[in-house]
């Protein structure tokens, strides 16, 4: 399954529209309306344009931030906070304000995309188990149960998607918002993560996920919910492509890590040839891709 692409030529070539590094903008929150694509830089979560403009920085004063998640209204992010008593999530408004903790020992926070609820992960009694609750912090529900860890829970249309190491190896898994109805969708060697919804060649949607084979070699790949098919999206043997994003959109963004690493978008059905980059630097992750406007 593994082909060797190269898309360094066009990175290049895309090089010359990149904006300044994360930091360079003084514009006020804001000011340029659209949608966005966060991402974390050293520990502090950031927001910029599709088109690479207007980088804002959101969250700072020093505390570990991590895994933002877009609010369906494309202004709330949740996002993962390290604290000494354990990983918490708190939402922020990315247009102004200041952070409010949502949860405590909670992480990997995604939003149902009507922004009725709220996923996110939970370790108690040493068990690692995708969890729910309201908009508010409240009615908290345990969604899985499993023995083994459930992680990187990713909120779709109508399935949740998430990663499981059930049998051993990191494979990603759907189930219905009620967690019910528990699916493998991913098998195999090597490990996968990092799911994200996207609109497939089929009639429905697919997973993209992060594969990562036995040598450490990390590309992109996706699984049609129907029938298990997988498709390569970004397979290339220069640089790892990790933690891919997008919000049930034909298109997505990830993580390309080289000595300086990029955030890029591309469009599914042709990655090779829409690649841009967004920003670059060095410290860039978790890139999060806000849900378009109906």
């Not at 830089?41 to 207007?54: E, I, K, M, R, Y």
């Not at 990603?172 to 490990?191: C, D, H, Q, S, Y």
């Not at 990390?218 to 990790?242: E, G, M, N, T």
Request: proline share 8%; with cysteine; hydrophobic share 40%.
């Amino acid at each position: 399954m593994r082909r060797s692409r190269t898309i360094i030529a066009l990175c290049a070539a895309a090089a010359a529209l990149v904006p300044p590094n994360a930091g360079s903008s003084a514009s006020p929150k804001g000011v340029d309306p659209g949608p966005r694509i966060a991402y974390v830089l050293d520990g502090d979560v950031w927001t910029v344009l599709t088109d690479g403009a207007d980088d804002q920085q959101v969250t700072s004063g020093g505390a570990k931030d991590s895994d933002p998640s877009w609010h369906p209204d494309g202004v709330t992010l949740a996002f993962t906070r390290k604290t000494a008593n354990g990983p918490q999530v708190w939402v922020v408004d990315t247009t102004g304000g200041s952070p409010v903790r949502l949860l405590k020992r909670a992480s990997d926070p995604s939003w149902a995309l009507d922004g009725s609820a709220i996923a996110f992960v939970r370790k108690k009694k040493g068990n690692v188990d995708i969890w729910a609750a309201d908009p508010d912090g409240s009615n908290r529900r345990r969604l899985t149960s499993s023995p083994a860890a459930d992680i990187e829970p990713a909120w779709g249309p109508k399935k949740i998607a998430f990663v499981s190491r059930r049998g051993g190896r990191h494979s990603i898994w759907i189930m219905t918002p009620a967690g019910r109805k528990e699916r493998r969708l991913t098998a195999g060697t090597g490990k996968d993560r990092s799911p994200a919804w996207v609109v497939g060649e089929g009639p429905g949607l697919d997973v993209l996920y992060e594969h990562i084979e036995p040598d450490g070699d990390h590309d992109l790949q996706s699984v049609r919910v129907a029938d298990k098919a997988i498709f390569p999206i970004l397979v290339q043997s220069i640089d790892d492509d990790v933690t891919p994003s997008s919000a049930a959109l034909t298109w997505f963004a990830f993580v390309r890590k080289a000595s300086t690493s990029r955030i890029i978008t591309a469009d599914v059905d042709a990655p090779k040839t829409t690649a841009r980059i967004i920003v670059s630097g060095s410290g860039l992750k978790d890139p999060a891709v806000a849900p378009e406007s109906p």
